[in-house]
C-alpha cells in the first residue's frame, strides 16, 4: 500500500525553525511533483512549496526566504525547512506526491507557532 507518512511537526515560539519530513512507503515505482501544503482553522487548503520531477522549485509568497523544500530520491522523502516562524504559519501541514502517476496526501501534521 503507498502511502505518504508526515512528521516532525509541534509547537515553537516565532522565530524558530522546524523540518518537516514526509517519507513515501509502499511499492513506488515512480515519484514526479512532491509538494506541501497548509490548512489553517476556518481557512481553505493553500499550497506552501513545490518541488518538481526535476528539482526545481516553487514558494507560495508568505513563506519566499524562510521556507525551503528538499528530497532525497534514494529516500523516497521530502523536507520542507522552515525558519523565521511567524504565529500566522500556524496550520496542518500536508504533505501531497504524485506517486506512480497518482496523486496521494498525507495525513497531516499540526504546527503551532506562538507569539
Known amino acids: 500500500q503507498v502511502q505518504l507518512v508526515e512528521s516532525g511537526g509541534g509547537l515553537v515560539q516565532a522565530g524558530g525553525s522546524l523540518r518537516l519530513s514526509c517519507a513515501a512507503s509502499g511499492s513506488i515505482f515512480s515519484i514526479n511533483d512532491m509538494a506541501w501544503y497548509r490548512q489553517a482553522p476556518g481557512k481553505e487548503r493553500e499550497l506552501v512549496a513545490v518541488i518538481i520531477g526535476g528539482g526545481g522549485t516553487k514558494y507560495a509568497d508568505s513563506v519566499k526566504g524562510r521556507f525551503t523544500i528538499s528530497r532525497d530520491t534514494a529516500k523516497n522523502t521530502v523536507y520542507l525547512q522552515m525558519n523565521s516562524l511567524k504565529p500566522e504559519d500556524t496550520a496542518v501541514y500536508f504533505c501531497?506526491?504524485?506517486?506512480?502517476?497518482?496523486?496521494?496526501w498525507g495525513q497531516g501534521t499540526q504546527v503551532t507557532v506562538s507569539s
Open positions: 501531497y506526491g504524485v506517486l506512480n502517476k497518482y496523486p496521494y
